[in-house]
Every structure is written in structure tokens, then in C-alpha cells.
């Protein structure tokens, strides 16, 4: 990552997204003053192994440029996964860095794994990605050699495509990626179910 320029106050970008409230998580655009809660969070490898673009080590500069180039595209959403009692846990979004197929993403703070908080963030996430705009389905990836973020796609719907091969930043080398796709009328059928109530603050 490098470091972008930032939007003045970053007002319009933190006002185009909403504030999409779960059962026990707060998903709010990131803020500049965001920047070392982030990278203090983010400096772990087992994350940057697990991402595409994450770098190891990931400095206050790499968060910075994080968060100036958030939302600022069309169709795209980038939220910061945080507790009730405001603490920031990871971040997830949708890129749209290629328009047809629009990319699900997310990381946790090691110390949150294992505990349920990946799946409820990506249901309030995808929700508002098919409610929002006129996708048809969500694409997203994770490392062979990486079940537990595998499951929880699965457990969202998303199903099994391919392996693809990717470049990963901290690495400095490509993996092979399962790559996975959720159509919208499997979502509809999951919230059907009783996937979970996403509560969005405009």
C-alpha cells in the first residue's frame, strides 16, 4: 500500500457510507484518526499471509493509505469491523475493482478468531452490497491454506469455484486462491432462513 492523498475531513466519504449495526458489531467507515488503532491491529503476519494487499510489516503509513483511498470509487463500500464498546476488531468491504465481478473482503485482529465475529460482519456486509446496488453476485477468495476463512464464506452462501493464483504483498510472491461466488437469490434464500437482522443508520 502506499500512502494516497487525503480527502479534506474525509466528510463525504464517511457520509456516503452507512453505519450497519449486528447483534454484538458496529461496521462504520474509517476515519483518519482510525490510522495506529488499525496498524497496531494489522501488524501480525498471520494476517498479511491470509490477505492480498496487506503488507508485513504494516505501518502507520500503510493504514493511512487505507483509509484516504476508502470508498472512494462507485459501488464500492469499506467499513471498519468494531465492538459496542467501540473497539476496532478488523475491516471488511466490497471492492469494485472489477465491475463484473465485485470483491468481498475482510481481516480480523488475531485476537478476535475463532469467534463468530467474521461471519456476522460479512452478513451485514453482503446485505448491504445486494441492497445497495444492483449486484448479481459477490465474488471473494481465501488461501488453500486457509480452512477457517474458507468455512466462513460457506457459511454465508458463497460457493466453490476454482483455484486461481494471486499475488500476495506480503510474500512478495503469487498462492493459489479458492475462489468463491455468491449469486443474490442464494442470499435471499439464506435471509429466508433467518441468516440475521442488519440494523443501517443512515
Same mark, same amino acid.
Request: aromatic letters at 8%; hydrophobic letters at 40%.
Given at each position: 500500500?502506499?500512502?494516497?492523498?487525503?480527502?479534506?475531513?474525509?466528510?463525504?466519504?464517511?457520509?456516503?457510507?452507512?453505519?450497519?449495526?449486528?447483534?454484538?458489531?458496529?461496521?462504520?467507515?474509517?476515519?483518519?484518526?482510525?490510522?495506529?488503532?488499525?496498524?497496531?491491529?494489522a501488524n501480525d503476519r498471520r494476517i498479511a499471509e491470509n490477505t492480498a494487499r496487506i503488507p508485513h510489516p504494516y505501518k502507520t503509513?500503510?493504514?493511512?493509505?487505507?483509509?484516504?483511498?476508502?470508498?472512494?470509487?462507485?459501488?464500492?463500500?469499506?467499513?471498519?469491523?468494531?465492538?459496542?464498546?467501540?473497539?476496532?476488531?478488523?475491516?471488511?468491504?466490497?471492492?469494485?475493482? /472489477?465491475?463484473?465481478?465485485? &470483491?468481498? +473482503?475482510? =481481516?480480523?485482529?488475531?485476537?478476535? !478468531? @475463532?469467534? #463468530?465475529?467474521?461471519?456476522?460482519?460479512?452478513?451485514?456486509?453482503?446485505?448491504?452490497?445486494?441492497?445497495?446496488?444492483?449486484?448479481?453476485?459477490?465474488?471473494?477468495?481465501?488461501?488453500?491454506?486457509?480452512?477457517a476463512s474458507r468455512r466462513v464464506l460457506e457459511k454465508c452462501g458463497f460457493q466453490w469455484t476454482g483455484v486461481g493464483l494471486y499475488?500476495?504483498?506480503?510474500?512478495?510472491?503469487?498462492?493459489?486462491? /479458492?475462489?468463491?461466488?455468491? &449469486?443474490? +437469490?442464494? =442470499?435471499?434464500?439464506?435471509?429466508? !432462513? @433467518?441468516? #440475521?437482522?442488519?440494523?443501517?443508520?443512515?
Amino acid at each position: 500500500m502506499t500512502l494516497l492523498e487525503e480527502i479534506p475531513g474525509g466528510s463525504f466519504r464517511e457520509a456516503s457510507i452507512p453505519v450497519l449495526e449486528t447483534k454484538r458489531l458496529i461496521l462504520r467507515a474509517p476515519r483518519l484518526e482510525d490510522a495506529k488503532a488499525v496498524a497496531a491491529l494489522a501488524n501480525d503476519r498471520r494476517i498479511a499471509e491470509n490477505t492480498a494487499r496487506i503488507p508485513h510489516p504494516y505501518k502507520t503509513a500503510d493504514a493511512e493509505g487505507f483509509i484516504s483511498g476508502a470508498n472512494k470509487n462507485n459501488g464500492e463500500a469499506v467499513f471498519l469491523i468494531t465492538a459496542r464498546n467501540r473497539v476496532i476488531m478488523g475491516a471488511c468491504g466490497v471492492s469494485m475493482s /472489477d465491475p463484473s465481478a465485485p &470483491e468481498l +473482503g475482510y =481481516w480480523l485482529g488475531v485476537p478476535y !478468531w @475463532g469467534k #463468530g465475529f467474521a461471519t456476522e460482519s460479512l452478513h451485514a456486509v453482503i446485505d448491504y452490497a445486494f441492497d445497495r446496488f444492483e449486484h448479481t453476485a459477490l465474488h471473494a477468495g481465501a488461501r488453500v491454506t486457509n480452512p477457517a476463512s474458507r468455512r466462513v464464506l460457506e457459511k454465508c452462501g458463497f460457493q466453490w469455484t476454482g483455484v486461481g493464483l494471486y499475488r500476495i504483498a506480503s510474500i512478495r510472491s503469487s498462492a493459489p486462491i /479458492d475462489r468463491f461466488r455468491l &449469486e443474490r +437469490g442464494i =442470499w435471499s434464500a439464506i435471509k429466508g !432462513w @433467518g441468516g #440475521g437482522k442488519v440494523k443501517v443508520k443512515t
